[in-house]
């Protein structure tokens, strides 16, 4: 049962560190964060879900092993390695939530700051494409395509979609996470009274 959970903490770290990696590597989000000046902000925090999903896939593993060996030292290491990236993802959850606006905010300005010097280059006809926006409200667009909007509205839409996957995976690994180290914590003290009777 307990070798169960922890196979599927190894999945749980495995879909974050998925996750992650298609944040990272997503075409739309790539193609409108790849200019020179643009702002890192959005992939601080698609990083920091990599790294907690890499060591939540490892750290599972170890608590695997405690539970099929029925080391209370493997299992009491895997406790509080949870205990550390949970620490941390609640860390980058709160960064993320406050700085949230920020994120958005520096792109609007990236996107309107190359608007204005070249609106004919490689990377506005990205955002307009990804986005099916035009323009700015200070500088509205000459041509507008179709039922095109604002991309700074586009670009609001387009990053709080991405921020709320983020954020339910988070919740969701956050719960396993804790019911984890419920189990370790169970069977780490099952199995020292069971050697206390022998």
């Known amino acids: 049962m307990f070798v169960l959970?922890?196979?599927?903490?190894?999945?749980?770290?495995?879909?974050v560190l998925s996750v992650g990696l298609w944040l990272r590597f997503d075409p739309e989000t790539v193609s409108l964060l790849n200019g020179h000046g643009a702002p890192e902000t959005f992939f601080i925090g698609v990083y920091?879900?990599?790294?907690?999903?890499?060591?939540?896939?490892?750290?599972?593993?170890?608590?695997?092993?405690?539970?099929?060996?029925?080391?209370?030292?493997?299992?009491?290491?895997?406790?509080a390695c949870l205990l550390i990236i949970f620490g941390a993802e609640v860390?980058?959850?709160v960064f993320g939530f406050l700085n949230k606006d920020k994120i958005i905010e520096d792109v609007q300005n990236f996107y309107a700051k190359t608007y204005t010097d070249n609106n004919n280059s490689t990377l506005i006809?990205?955002?307009?494409?990804v986005l099916n926006c035009c323009g700015?409200?200070?500088?509205?667009?000459?041509?507008?395509?179709?039922?095109?909007?604002d991309c700074e509205v586009g670009i609001e839409e387009f990053f709080n979609s991405k921020l709320?996957?983020?954020?339910?995976?988070?919740i969701g690994i956050a719960g396993v996470m804790i019911i984890g180290m419920i189990f370790s914590m169970v069977l780490c003290c099952a199995i020292r009274n069971s050697r206390e009777v022998i």
């Open 5 to 15: 959970w922890y196979t599927y903490i190894v999945l749980m770290g495995s879909l």
């Open 48 to 79: 920091i879900l990599i790294v907690a999903g890499s060591l939540v896939m490892l750290v599972g593993f170890f608590g695997c092993c405690g539970a099929v060996r029925e080391s209370q030292c493997l299992l009491g290491s895997f406790f």
């Open 91 to 93: 860390a980058a959850g």
């Open 125 to 129: 006809t990205s955002y307009h494409k």
């Open 136 to 149: 700015t409200k200070a500088v509205p667009c000459s041509d507008p395509l179709g039922e095109s909007k």
């Open 164 to 170: 709320y996957i983020i954020g339910y995976v988070g």
